[in-house]
């Protein structure tokens, strides 16, 4: 039988960025992913959300 894991609790202190920004395509958005998924590939543990959306 598989023990499921558990998360690992997020610090008492912490820090939260919401950005919005229009883009043209998908492809734009994706290369703006890519960059921020750089910057914080070594900060563990982290949450991140990423979401494209129709207006």
Do not use: H, W
């Not at 558990?6 to 229009?22: A, D, E, L, V």
């Amino acid at each position: 039988m598989e023990v499921p894991q558990q998360q690992q609790p997020m610090p008492k202190k912490s820090c939260m960025i919401t950005i919005m920004f229009g883009i043209e395509d998908d492809k734009k958005a994706l290369d703006i992913k890519e960059v921020i998924d750089n910057a914080v590939k070594d900060i563990d543990p982290k949450r991140y959300t990423f979401q494209i959306s129709e207006t």
